[in-house]
Structure formats: C-alpha cells, structure tokens
C-alpha cells in the first residue's frame, strides 16, 4: 500500500489550500472529497476576500469562476412596513486586485481543486472518509470503507460537522446555540436585469445584508448577492432560537421573499436551487483543540470563522488555516516529528496570523449578537424614527431631536440603548 | 409550477436540486424515541422539512436531505442515526 506524506480531508477552501502548499512543496498528498466534484456538498452567501488566495495563487480572479466583484454593499434595517438602509460603493472596489468576489461554490471549489492537481495532489472525489487510523495513541492515516490509507499526517478540513476531528478527541459536538442555519435559494435572472436593478455596470456586483423582521426577530440575518446570471437569496438564523421559536427557516425564507423590499428585486425570476448549510459563529468560545500528534484541523471543521455582524469571513479564513496547517506539516516533515508537541507550532502560526488575531479583536461580537433587541427592536426603530422625520401630515413640526426622543421613550429607553451601544463599541 | 400566491413549496424546491438517491437512508431514526418525544424539535430544525408528524407518529424521508447536520445536534434523544451519505450520493449542488 502506497504511504502517503500527508491526506487531507475535504475539498472545501480549507482543504484545498492546504493540500496546494503541500503538493507544491514537493509532498506526496492525497486529498478526499466526498462529494462527487469538490463543491457538490457545499454552499454559502457569496462574498470571498481575496488576499490569501492571492498570495497562493496570483491573479486568481484572471482565471477563477469568479461571478462579480463585490463594489456595493447595503446593510438595510428591515422593519415590518419598509426599512432603512446604508448603501455603500467604491470605485476602488471595481479594479484588480479588487476586494470581495461573488463566487458559487460548486463552481469555485471545483475549480480550486482543480488546482490541487494541477500542483501534483491526487484528489479523490467521490470518496467519504470514515474513520481514522490509529497507532501508538496518535493518528497514523485514515479509513474509507474498509480501504485503510497510512500518512504521516491527516489534514481534517472536513467542514462544520468535522465527525473525523471528534474522532481525534479534538472537538465535541458544536451546540446549536453556537450555530446558525444558511438556507438560500439561486434564483435566475436575465444579466441586464440583475445590472439594471441593482444599479451595476460590467462586472459589478451587490452584496447586501439585511437585519430585522427576516428573521422574526431571531438572531441572524438576510442576504442578497448578484451572481452574474442569477441572485443568491437567503437567510442565517441561530439554530437554537429558530427551533425554541417553533419556526422554521424554509417558512421564512418564503415570507422573505415576499417583503416588498425582495420581491421587487426577484421579480420574474426563477428558482433553479434550494441548499442549506451550518455556520459555526461563536468564534474563540467554541473553537476546539487544533492539534493531536498526527493531525491538525482546520476551517469551519475547527471553528475559524469570523462573523462581526457587518461581515461573514469564512472562506479565506478557512485558506489561511488550511495554509498555516500546511506549512506546520512541511516543517514536522523537515524535522521527521509528528508529535502533538511538533504540531503545536500550527496555534503558533495562526496566532501570527489574522486569523487568531481577529477573532480575539472581535471575540465578545458572539455574545453581543445574541441581543434579540438588534433584530426586534432597532431596525423598527431606525424606521419610525425616519418615517416621522419625512412625513408631513399638516401638523407644526417638532424639532428632529424631540421626534427622536418622543419615539424611543415610546419604544424603549434612553437607558438601555446606551447601555447597548456601551457593549457595541467592545465587541465589534 | 408555482403554487398559489408565488409561493414555492419545500418539495417543489426540493425537487430543482440534483440529488444521486442512495436506495440505503445514510439516516435512521428511532421511531419509539421520536413518537414519545414531546418536543420534536427536528421538525424545525430541518430545512428540507424531511421529518414531520402525522397521526401521532414521527415520519422521516432522507430523500430531500441537503446534510446540513441540523438535525444531529438539536435531537435531545439521542434517535438519530446520523452520517453522511456514501461518497458521491445524496444532494449534488450545481451552483451552491
Ligand atoms: C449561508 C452561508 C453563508 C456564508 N457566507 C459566507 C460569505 O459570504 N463569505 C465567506 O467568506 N464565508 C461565508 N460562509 C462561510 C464559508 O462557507 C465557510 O467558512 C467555508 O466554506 C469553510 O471552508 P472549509 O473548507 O473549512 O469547509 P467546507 O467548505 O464546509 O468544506 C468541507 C468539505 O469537506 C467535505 N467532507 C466532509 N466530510 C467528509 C468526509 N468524511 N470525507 C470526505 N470529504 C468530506 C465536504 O463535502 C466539503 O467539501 C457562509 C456559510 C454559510 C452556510
């Protein structure tokens, strides 16, 4: 049986980075996917920060299946009866080496592993990996079937629900108050359409993010991105307050879609998918152990994923876990030491990096975006506030100042809105 | 073939996707856990709205299953039997 430097589990960002590196740097790895492509098994928002791919791969826009790049982004407060928004673009947004990219992921990571092969990786799809081999207490390879697969070292990037890095004694289950559930529709639209509505020229694209009544209230959110030929409509929702609620997202997404503020922007258009996906967004409150003597583990399998409430990065933190993890297999090869204390170094590196480094910055944002007054009470607010601001109704005006306080007296109190904004100003 | 009102239903939805159907279910639940369960928090939890209750028993259909893994960690029971699907089954994404 063929022995393997390194196997890597999973074909998502995290995975194939890291099995990139490595290949490249002349080791001899294996990377499964249990998907029958890599990108079959997964979905998201849309939105990819390019730095670290850029890194591994120059200019990767120039050949990716990149849909649009992102050069507006609209945060909209959504109220029962219209809402409130923020509608930001940049110019400098819209030239290389850009900034946010709108991606499909079973178009993108089947082009990222791709990649991998075309550095010297054998990528098999198809294959779900179920178990891990074992010798003298640490992990020595992994187990497809009754096929057994000996290496010095096992990547797990193997996603959210990362059953291989409980097997390694790493992690326990992730609770469901620590994640969010993605479900989303693709919906197609003729491209003029989309550039059209959406106020875009060429390969602009919109990501938009909603707070409010999408929701019902609960913790999450909304989310609108033009690809090139379709919109990625959906929603995130605690999956711990949606189930207490007795509420479920498909319900939502529907009603979603159905706020006048969406279905004017999906108009004439036609569903063509429906996927749904978990987000681990507690951060360092949940993050498990990274390393065990024989494996590290990375990506959303280990947690690594920032969310502040004005952004969602998991892609390109999975990419620098997954090179992080990479370059600690090349230098343990180096000193021919697998050991959990030699794989240590792989906590060292992401400490070094952003990736550890912004998830402490934002390590309160978890808990602050729990208060359900976000989604309740602050878009309703924003609205009441600027509906009484523009409404003439005949009657003498009243000083804004008066409009603001007569409406959050009525609403809430000054009190706990500064007290609100207190804990916003530490956690995000 | 929308329904009344534009409303897309979850089969109708469900069945845009591309799935490669195992004829063996990847998950199993317990029936007499789930029947005596009172919360049946499944059935919220899933967003292919595979579980659901009728006549006073819980029914389960992996068909349209999307493995988002909801339902592993919000079942208080411990009925289900959760993996993913063999290699190359179940939900295959065109756009994801
Ligand atoms: C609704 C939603 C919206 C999001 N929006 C954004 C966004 O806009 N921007 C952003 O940056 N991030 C976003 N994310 C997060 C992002 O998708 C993840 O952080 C990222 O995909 C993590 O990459 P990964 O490689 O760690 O895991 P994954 O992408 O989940 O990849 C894991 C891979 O492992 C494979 N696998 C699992 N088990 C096995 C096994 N036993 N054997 C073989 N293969 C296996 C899976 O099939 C999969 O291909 C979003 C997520 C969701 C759900």
Redesign the interface.
């Known amino acids: 049986m063929e022995r393997f430097d390194a196997i890597v589990v999973g074909g998502g960002p995290a995975g194939c980075a890291s099995a990139y590196v490595m290949a490249k740097a002349g080791l001899n790895v294996l990377l499964f996917e249990r998907g029958k492509f890599a990108g079959a098994k997964n979905m998201w928002g849309g939105a990819f920060f390019g730095p670290q791919l850029n890194e591994l791969i120059p200019e990767f826009w120039k050949e990716a299946p990149v849909e649009r790049f992102v050069t507006r982004h609209v945060l909209s407060f959504m109220a029962e009866n219209g809402s409130t928004s923020l509608d930001f673009k940049s110019t400098r947004f819209c030239a290389a080496p850009y900034n946010g990219f709108i991606l499909l992921r079973a178009k993108f990571d089947g082009w990222m592993a791709q990649k991998v092969e075309q550095a010297g990786a054998i990528v098999a799809a198809g294959m779900r990996v179920d178990d891990l081999l074992f010798q003298e207490g640490r992990v020595s390879g992994v187990k497809v079937g009754d096929e057994e697969f000996p290496s010095d070292i096992v990547i797990l990037a193997d996603g959210v629900n990362s059953l291989l890095a409980k097997k390694a004694g790493l992690r326990s289950d992730f609770l469901p108050e620590d994640m969010k559930q993605g479900v989303k529709e693709v919906i197609e639209l003729p491209r003029e359409t989309i550039e059209q509505r959406f106020n875009l020229v060429n390969d602009e694209g919109a990501a938009i993010e909603f707070v409010g009544t999408c929701t019902r209230g609960l913790p999450g959110g909304g989310f609108l991105y033009t690809n090139k030929n379709s919109l990625s409509l959906g929603l995130v929702i605690e999956l711990g307050s949606l189930v207490k609620s007795k509420l479920k997202a498909s319900d939502l997404l529907e009603e979603f879609k159905h706020h006048p503020d969406i279905s004017r922007l999906i108009e004439g258009g036609r569903t063509v998918e429906y996927s749904a996906h978990l987000i681990p967004c507690s951060g360092l409150a949940m993050m498990p152990k990274l390393a065990t003597g024989g494996a590290l583990v990375t990506g959303d399998a280990a947690a690594l994923l920032l969310g502040t409430g004005l952004i969602l990065e998991g892609a390109n933190f999975a990419i620098a876990s997954g090179m992080a993890a990479a370059q600690t297999a090349l230098e343990a090869k180096e000193k021919n030491d697998f050991s959990a204390g030699s794989l240590s170094r792989y906590e060292q590196l992401l400490k070094e990096s952003f990736v550890l480094q912004d998830l402490n910055t934002f390590r309160g944002a978890p808990a602050f975006l729990k208060n359900r007054r976000i989604y309740e009470l602050y878009p309703e607010l924003a609205f009441e506030i600027f509906e009484a601001i523009f409404q003439s109704d005949g009657m003498p005006r009243k000083g804004t100042l008066q409009v603001v306080k007569e409406i959050i007296k009525r609403r809430t109190s000054m009190i706990s809105i500064v007290s609100d904004l207190w804990k916003a100003r530490k956690a995000i | 073939m929308e329904s009344e009102e ?3 239903k ?1 089969e109708e ?2 069945a ?2 591309k799935y ?1 159907q195992d004829s063996e279910a990847h998950i199993t639940v317990s029936k007499e856990i789930c029947t005596a369960c009172d919360q049946k ?1 499944c ?7 595979c579980f659901a209750f009728r006549e006073e028993h819980l029914s389960f259909a992996h068909e349209g299953c ?5 339902c ?3 079942c208080p029971k411990g009925a289900i039997q959760w ?6 089954f ?7």
């Open positions: 534009g409303h897309l979850i939805k469900l845009l996707n490669d928090p059935i919220y939890a899933c967003p292919a709205e999307l493995e988002c893994g909801s592993r960690i919000i993996a993913y699907p063999r290699g190359g179940g939900i295959c994404y065109q756009y994801g």
